[in-house]
C-alpha cells in the first residue's frame, strides 16, 4: 500500500525506515512523505511512532470523464477570442499533472517540452485536457484550446504531493491544472496542506482542481457523513489557496454525478463553474485556459505576475450567476467569463493591498449611473494550517461595501449539516471561514464608495489581498455570440449567447448580406440561451433581438459552410486537392500544417489545387467571401484518403463463364483529356472503352466478348499535355468452350492447380505416365482448384470427364 505521512523530524524518519520502506516522494516543505510498504506490521509500528504526526492511505487516482463536446461560446471564450485577438497565452507555459498526452497530436505540435516529473505514458484523457487548455486549431477549428499559443508539459500524477517547485520556478510556470481525483476525503490532509503551503510560498502559483463526479455519493466519516455533499474526490481539493471547479451543461444544469462542496469545515467549495458536458475534468481544463489569459493580459497591463488570489479574484469578480440564485455548494460563486475577466482588467478593476495585523483599510470604488449590480471578491493566498486541523483559516480579513451611510457584508452560506441548510439562500453576514470574500449590491446609487478591509490578529507579519470588481450594466441586452468579425458554420447548431436583464423577452431575427431582416423565432425566453441553425450558405449576416420595440443588433460576422477537403491525386512530385465550389466565394484559402500552426500556402478562383510534395502531408481550405476567410475544412492528412496518381483502383475479373466485371476509379479528371481501356487476345488489340471527363470518378463495365486464351485489360490515362500514365497489365485466363485451362504449368508442391471450366457436373482426372488414375475431383465452379501436395514430382495427363466422356485432356509437370 502507498501511505502518505507527515514526520516531526524528516531525518530520523528517513534513518530509521530507508531500508523497510520505498520512499516515493518527500515533501520537504511539510515535512511530508509518500511511502511505499507490503507488511501490516510496519503499518502499525508507523502508527505507534512518536515522531509520526499523521498517516493516509492513498486511494485509486482516476481521470474525472472524458470530452465529448465542448462549446467556447458558454464561458464567453470566443467572445474573449474576438475582442482580445493579442490575448493568446503565448507568454504562458502551463503544467498539466495527470499522463503524458500525445505530442505527435497536430493539435499540440511542437509546443511541449518536458520536465523531470514528466511521465513515459500517455493517455486520450491527458491529450484532451492539453488540447482543450492550448490546442492549435490544426485538425478542426473545433480543435482551439482556451490559450492555444501557450507551451506546456505533464507531470505524472501518481505522486499526489505538490511537484517541487524547483520545476515551476525553472521552466516560469505559473499554472497547473489537475483533471482527477481519488476517493471522497473529507479532512485537511498531507497533500491539502502541502498545496497551501507552496501556493503560500510561492503566491504566483495557481492549482486549478477538478470537482470530481462522485455527486451521487456519501461521504462516510466528518461532519457532513452519510449526505451527498461534501464529496470532492481527494483531500488536496480540501486546500484553500486552489481553485475547483464544477461543471454545468448549456442548460445551466449541474450533472447529479458531479461532486459539490461543501468543504469538510464548511467552506466554499467549488468556487467555480464552466461548461462541461462530459463532466468536471473538461471544467477544470477550461478554467485553466482562461487562467493563461487572465495571467497574459494582467501582466500586459500592470507588468508584474498576478497573484494567485487575484486570479482567483478576477474569475469570481466577472463570473455570471447561474443556479439557484446567488452562491451555492454547487456552481459556487458563479460561471466563469472570460470576456469579463479580460475586460475587468482592461478597466483596471483590481487592486491589490497589504495589511499588517489589525489594520484597517479602504479601496475606494466609484460606481458610475445606470449600474444593475456590482460584484466584488477579495482573496488572499492564506498559510496552511497544521494537518488535520478543525478549521483552517488562519489569517482572517474581514470585508464590506459602505456608501457612507450603508454597510453591506460578504454572503456567507449556512455550514450547517443538513441538506434543507445546506441548500439554503446565502445570508449577509462577516465570513470567518473562507479566504474568499463574495460582497455584491443590487441596482446600487450612484457615487463614491469605500471597500474596508480589516485584519484581525495575523500569524505573518503581513498579509497580501487582492481585491477585483464588476459592474453590470441595466436595462442591458449584449450578444455574446456571435459577435463582430466571427465566423459561424452554415447548416450546424449554434448557441446563441447573450447577456441579458432578467425576466425579458424578445424576437430574433436574421439579415443576410445587408437585405431585408427576415424573422427567425418570436418570444424567446432571454433568460436561456436559444439554439439556431444558420442557413448554409456563404454569407455575411446579422442577428438583432428586438425587445419591447427596441432593436439590438449583433455585429456583422460571417455565415459560412464548412468544406470538405479531398486528395485529387496523389503523385511523386505533386498533389492535388479539390473541394466542391462555395457559391458566393471570391477565392480559396488553402492552408498547410506549419512549424507549429496551419499557414496559409496558396489562394486559387479553381476548386482544385496542385501543389509540390514538399508542403507536407497536412492541409486545409477556407471560402473567402468580400476578404473575410470563411471557416476552415476539417484538415486533412492527403497520404491517408485512398488516392493514388490519378488512378485510385483498376481491376478485371471473371464473374462467370460469361462474363469478366472491369472496374475503373479515378481520383480526379483534372487536366485529363481521356481515357481508354485497351483489351488484348489472341486476336489482337482493342480498345475496349472510351472515356471522356464527366461528373462521375467511378466506372463499372461488363465484358462478354470472351476469347480462348489469356486476355489482358489495362487502362491508359492521356493528359491534356500529352503526357499518358497507364495502369498495371491485368491477364484474365479463358479456356476454350467445352474444355479445361490449368494452371500454374509447371505447378509447384506449395501452389494449388487451378482449374478453368465449365464447372458443376464434370470430373477433373489426374493420370500418372502409366496412366494409372492419382487424382479426382468434382468441378462445382467455374474457378477451382486441385490439390497437387501429395501428387510427386513428375509429368502427369489430366481428363476433363463427362461421366465416363472425356471432353478434353492435356498435361502438366508437378515440381
Aim: charged share 15%; with cysteine.
Amino acid at each position: 500500500m502507498i501511505l502518505s505521512i507527515l514526520v516531526k523530524h524528516e531525518k530520523s524518519f528517513q534513518e530509521k525506515f530507508t531500508n523497510r520502506a520505498t520512499f516515493k516522494y518527500h515533501q520537504s516543505g511539510t515535512n511530508g512523505f509518500s511511502i511505499a510498504i507490503s507488511d501490516s506490521t510496519l503499518l502499525q509500528e508507523l502508527k505507534n511512532d512518536p515522531n509520526v504526526l499523521f498517516i493516509d492511505c492513498h486511494q485509486k487516482i482516476k481521470e474525472e470523464a472524458s470530452v465529448t463536446h465542448t462549446n467556447p461560446a458558454f464561458n464567453r471564450i470566443s467572445k474573449a477570442y474576438a475582442l482580445f485577438p493579442d490575448v493568446t497565452g503565448f507568454t504562458q507555459k502551463i503544467s498539466i499533472k495527470e499522463q503524458s498526452f500525445d505530442t505527435t497530436d497536430i493539435d499540440l505540435k511542437n509546443r511541449s517540452f518536458k520536465t523531470s516529473v514528466s511521465p513515459a505514458t500517455s493517455s486520450q484523457h491527458a491529450t484532451a485536457m492539453a488540447t482543450l487548455i492550448a490546442g492549435g486549431e490544426n485538425s478542426s477549428w473545433r480543435a482551439r484550446g482556451v490559450a492555444p499559443q501557450a507551451r506546456f508539459t505533464a507531470s505524472d500524477f501518481s505522486n499526489l504531493f505538490p511537484d517541487n517547485i524547483s520545476i515551476f520556478n525553472s521552466n516560469y510556470i505559473h499554472l497547473q491544472n489537475h483533471s482527477y481525483g481519488v476517493g471522497i476525503e473529507n479532512y485537511y490532509g498531507n497533500e491539502a496542506v502541502a498545496y497551501d503551503e507552496q501556493v503560500f510560498q510561492n503566491p504566483t502559483l495557481l492549482h486549478v482542481f477538478s470537482a470530481g463526479n462522485s455527486g451521487q455519493l456519501q461521504p462516510t466519516t466528518g461532519t457532513y457523513a452519510n449526505m451527498t455533499f461534501a464529496n470532492l474526490t481527494g483531500n488536496f481539493k480540501q486546500a484553500k489557496n486552489v481553485l475547483v471547479v464544477n461543471a454545468v451543461d448549456s442548460t445551466l444544469i449541474v450533472n447529479t454525478l458531479n461532486s459539490r462542496g461543501p468543504a469538510f469545515d464548511g467552506r466554499l467549495k467549488p468556487e467555480l463553474t464552466t461548461y462541461g458536458q462530459g463532466g468536471t475534468s473538461e471544467a477544470s481544463a477550461l478554467v485553466s485556459g482562461v487562467s493563461a489569459l487572465v495571467y497574459e493580459k494582467y501582466f500586459k497591463s500592470k507588468g508584474e505576475t498576478p497573484d494567485a488570489s487575484m486570479t482567483k479574484a478576477i474569475l469570481i469578480a466577472s463570473s455570471d450567476d447561474i443556479g439557484s440564485h446567488g452562491i451555492d455548494y454547487l456552481t459556487g460563486y458563479g460561471s466563469v467569463n472570460a470576456y469579463k475577466a479580460l475586460q475587468l482588467i482592461e478597466q483596471d478593476q483590481s487592486k491589490k493591498v497589504t495589511l499588517a495585523s489589525g489594520d484597517q483599510i479602504s479601496v475606494p470604488i466609484n460606481i458610475p449611473s445606470s449600474v444593475s449590480e456590482i460584484k466584488i471578491a477579495v482573496a488572499w493566498n492564506d498559510p496552511p494550517a497544521t494537518v488535520n486541523a478543525n478549521s483552517v483559516l488562519i489569517n482572517d480579513i474581514d470585508a464590506w461595501l459602505y456608501d457612507g451611510t450603508t454597510k453591506t457584508l460578504p454572503w456567507v452560506l449556512s455550514t450547517y449539516p443538513n441538506p434543507d441548510s445546506l441548500q439554503a439562500l446565502a445570508k449577509r453576514k462577516s465570513d470567518h471561514i473562507n479566504n474568499v470574500e463574495f460582497i455584491t449590491l443590487k441596482n446600487p446609487p450612484s457615487g463614491a464608495y469605500q471597500l474596508f478591509l480589516k485584519s484581525g490578529t495575523l500569524t505573518t507579519a503581513s498579509q497580501n489581498v487582492s481585491v477585483a470588481y464588476w459592474l453590470n450594466k441595466q436595462d442591458q441586452f449584449e450578444w455574446d455570440f456571435p459577435v463582430a468579425s466571427q465566423v459561424v458554420e452554415g447548416g450546424s447548431k449554434s448557441l446563441l449567447v447573450w447577456e441579458a436583464t432578467s425576466g425579458q423577452t424578445g424576437d430574433l431575427y436574421l439579415q443576410l448580406n445587408s437585405e431585408n431582416w427576415q424573422l427567425t423565432q418570436s418570444g424567446i425566453n432571454l433568460d436561456n440561451y436559444f439554439y439556431w441553425t444558420p442557413p448554409n450558405v456563404l454569407a455575411k449576416a446579422k442577428l438583432k433581438m428586438v425587445i419591447d420595440g427596441v432593436d439590438f443588433q449583433s455585429g456583422d460576422f460571417l455565415i459560412s459552410p464548412s468544406l470538405k477537403l479531398k486528395t485529387a491525386f496523389n503523385c511523386t512530385d505533386s498533389l492535388g486537392l479539390s473541394w466542391s465550389k462555395v457559391p458566393g466565394a471570391s477565392q480559396y484559402e488553402i492552408y498547410s500544417l506549419g512549424d507549429q500552426y496551419l499557414a496559409k500556402r496558396s489562394t486559387t478562383v479553381d476548386t482544385i489545387l496542385i501543389l509540390p510534395q514538399s508542403f507536407g502531408k497536412f492541409f486545409a481550405v477556407a471560402p473567402v467571401f468580400n476578404g473575410v476567410t470563411g471557416s476552415k475544412s476539417e484538415t486533412i492528412d492527403f497520404t491517408q484518403q485512398g488516392a493514388f496518381c490519378y488512378l485510385n483502383l483498376f481491376s478485371a475479373e471473371r464473374l462467370n463463364l460469361t462474363t469478366v466485371h472491369v472496374q475503373l476509379s479515378l481520383s480526379s479528371w483534372y487536366d485529363v483529356d481521356h481515357v481508354t481501356i485497351l483489351k488484348n487476345s489472341n486476336m489482337g488489340q482493342t480498345i475496349f472503352k472510351t472515356l471522356s471527363p464527366a461528373n462521375t470518378h467511378q466506372f463499372d463495365f461488363s465484358d462478354e466478348e470472351l476469347i480462348s486464351g489469356i486476355m489482358t485489360y489495362q487502362a491508359e490515362i492521356f493528359f491534356k499535355n500529352g503526357m499518358t500514365v497507364f495502369s498495371e497489365l491485368i491477364k484474365i485466363p479463358i479456356e476454350p468452350k467445352g474444355k479445361a485451362l490449368v494452371y500454374p504449368n509447371p505447378v509447384s508442391s506449395g501452389s494449388d492447380l487451378n482449374i478453368i471450366s465449365e464447372g458443376k457436373g464434370l470430373t477433373f482426372r489426374v493420370l500418372d505416365i502409366f496412366g494409372r488414375p492419382v487424382l479426382e475431383k468434382e468441378l462445382q465452379y467455374f474457378e477451382d482448384a486441385a490439390d497437387v501436395v501429395n501428387l510427386p514430382a513428375g509429368l502427369y495427363v489430366y481428363q476433363l470427364m463427362n461421366g465416363d466422356i472425356v471432353r478434353d485432356t492435356g498435361r502438366f509437370v508437378k515440381y
